[in-house]
T-cell receptor
Framework: SQTIHQWPATLVQPVGSPLSLECTVE??????LYWYRQAAGRGLQLLFY??????ISSEVPQNLSASRPQDRQFILSSKKLLLSDSGFYLC??????????????FGPGTRLTVT | SQKIEQNSEALNIQEGKTATLTCNYT??????LQWYRQDPGRGPVFLLL?????KEKRKERLKVTFDTTLKQSLFHITASQPADSATYLC??????????FGKGTKLSVIP
């Protein structure tokens, strides 16, 4: 069966510090991968998605970046955090190339607080 | 721009009753619509998918309708239980594997 991992679970970082969040998927190959942010009172905001190694699409211009160094690894980074980066970060995956299978499977999330 | 509205931020319902949640959208022609459940501090969990050519989909106590003319989906939970208390998200997709999510409706089922 497939599983998705995210770490860390919680993180408190000062403004201006760097960030690295990691997501890995097990039990599937060549998934589409996604990073979302969920801020208080707001919906899920798609930040990045990837259809393959090294292929990243950005949905929202900001001080965050994403990388996919391996097929089932997705990393979210920042060089300098802003207060507005606080939120609940979720990684998700979906099957690629399988017609009709569009549901997304989410990880447990990382709660980021920028102080 | 695309807009998805889940009409109620919060909905309280008595145990045993049917809960009905609404998802409306504008400036969008989705190929499918999905519903997810999210518990506090957890990631969303997929519940149901309904395609544009389907009117209704059922899964156990859950029923989803999709009216592309009204640009609306209704999500029903029959015989609701306190364990159904959670936030429910609707999401629209147009075939590119990307979803656009609503803000969610927080359902509380009162014993």
């Amino acid at each position: 069966s497939q599983t998705i991992h995210q770490w860390p679970a919680t993180l408190v970082q000062p403004v201006g510090s760097p960030l690295s969040l990691e997501c890995t998927v097990e039990g599937t190959s060549n998934p589409n991968l996604y990073w979302y942010r969920q801020a208080a009172g707001r919906g899920l905001q798609l930040l990045f998605y990837s259809v393959g190694i090294g292929q990243i699409s950005s949905e929202v211009p900001q001080n965050l970046s994403a990388s996919r160094p391996q097929d089932r690894q997705f990393i979210l980074s920042s060089k300098k955090l802003l207060l507005s980066d606080s939120g609940f970060y979720l990684c998700a995956w979906t099957y690629a190339g399988l017609a009709g299978a569009y549901e997304q499977y989410f990880g447990p999330g990382t709660r980021l607080t920028v102080t | 721009s695309q807009k998805i509205e889940q009409n109620s931020e919060a909905l309280n319902i008595q145990e045993g009753k049917t809960a009905t949640l609404t998802c409306n959208y504008t400036n969008y022609s989705p190929a499918y619509l999905q519903w997810y459940r999210q518990d506090p501090g957890r990631g969303p969990v997929f519940l149901l998918l309904i395609r544009e050519n389907e009117k209704e989909k059922r899964k156990e106590r859950l029923k989803v309708t999709f009216d592309t003319t009204l640009k609306q989906s209704l999500f029903h939970i029959t015989a609701s239980q306190p364990a159904d208390s959670a936030t429910y998200l609707c999401a629209l997709g147009a075939g590119s594997y990307q979803l656009t999510f609503g803000k969610g409706t927080k359902l509380s089922v009162i014993p």
